[in-house]
C-alpha cells in the first residue's frame, strides 16, 4: 500500500465553483503534512503546509485529520489559472512521501 | 523562487550507457532530494542527503547512485542506464526546520 493516496481526478469544474480533494495516508508517524501545485512539464510548487488546526491562504484552505489520517484542500471561488495537478505530501523521518496527485480543470 | 538549478534538462542515452545528472543549489541547504515522477506512480524518493558525505536510500534507489561532496552540488548517477529509467528527474531541497521543500525544474531523461 502507498503510504500517500489520492483520488486521480480529473475533477472539472466550472469558475466561481468551490471544490475538494482528499488525501489518506497509512504511516500515522507522519511528522508534517504539504499540498503542492503541478502545472504541465513543470516542478511542483509549494502551495501550503497543512497544519492540525487547519490554516488557510486566501481561496485555500487546508485541514489535517489525525484521527481519520487524512488531509484535505478546499479551493473557493475557482479561477480557470487553478487548473494544475495538486499533490499531496507528508513527511517523516527525513523523507517525503508523495500521492500520485489530483488533476483539476477549471472551465469557463 | 528558491535558487536550485538541475543540468541537463534533457538528455537521451543509450541503454547500458552511464548517466549522471547534476543538482545545484544556492540556498545553503542541508537536505537535497532526488525524485523521479512517473504516469500513475507520482513522485518517487531515489535518494537523498542529510550533509556533505551523508546519503541515504528512497524507496527506488535500485540502479541509482549519488553522491555529494559540497554542500551546494548533489549528482545522481545512473551506472549502466536501462530503458526502464526512462523518466523525469526532480531534484529538491530542504533546510531541515520547516521540512518545506523547494523543487528544481527538472531532467528529461529517455533511454533508448
Known amino acids: 500500500r502507498k503510504e500517500v493516496e489520492q483520488d486521480p481526478g480529473p475533477f472539472n469544474v466550472p469558475e466561481g465553483a468551490t471544490v475538494a480533494f482528499n488525501c489518506t495516508y497509512s504511516?500515522?508517524?507522519?511528522?508534517?503534512f504539504f499540498w503542492y501545485r503541478q502545472d504541465c512539464r513543470k516542478e511542483p510548487k509549494l502551495l501550503m503546509s497543512?497544519?492540525?488546526s487547519g490554516n488557510e491562504d486566501g481561496r485555500f484552505t487546508a485541514q489535517l485529520n489525525r484521527a481519520s489520517q487524512y488531509i484535505s484542500l478546499l479551493i473557493r471561488d475557482s479561477k480557470l489559472s487553478d487548473s494544475a495537478t495538486y499533490l499531496c505530501?507528508?513527511?517523516?523521518?527525513?523523507?517525503?512521501?508523495f500521492g500520485s496527485g489530483t488533476k483539476l480543470n477549471v472551465k469557463p | 523562487d528558491a535558487g536550485i538549478t538541475q543540468s541537463p534538462r534533457h538528455k537521451v542515452t543509450e541503454t547500458g550507457t552511464p548517466v549522471t545528472l547534476r543538482c545545484h543549489q544556492t540556498?545553503?541547504?542541508?537536505?537535497m532530494y532526488w525524485y523521479r515522477q512517473d504516469p500513475g506512480h507520482g513522485l518517487r524518493l531515489i535518494h537523498y542527503?542529510?550533509?556533505?558525505?551523508?546519503?541515504d536510500k528512497g524507496e527506488v534507489s535500485d540502479g541509482y547512485s549519488v553522491s555529494r561532496s559540497k554542500t551546494e552540488d548533489f549528482l545522481l548517477t545512473l551506472e549502466s542506464a536501462t530503458s526502464s529509467q526512462t523518466s523525469v528527474y526532480f531534484c529538491?531541497?530542504?533546510?531541515?526546520?520547516?521540512?518545506?521543500?523547494?523543487f528544481g525544474p527538472g531532467t528529461r531523461l529517455t533511454v533508448t
Open positions: 540556498e545553503n541547504h542541508r537536505y
Open positions: 497543512v497544519y492540525s
Open positions: 542527503s542529510y550533509g556533505v558525505k551523508d546519503t
Open positions: 505530501a507528508g513527511y517523516n523521518f527525513n523523507k517525503f512521501y
Open positions: 504511516n500515522s508517524a507522519s511528522q508534517s
Open positions: 529538491a531541497i530542504n533546510d531541515g526546520d520547516s521540512y518545506e521543500q523547494y
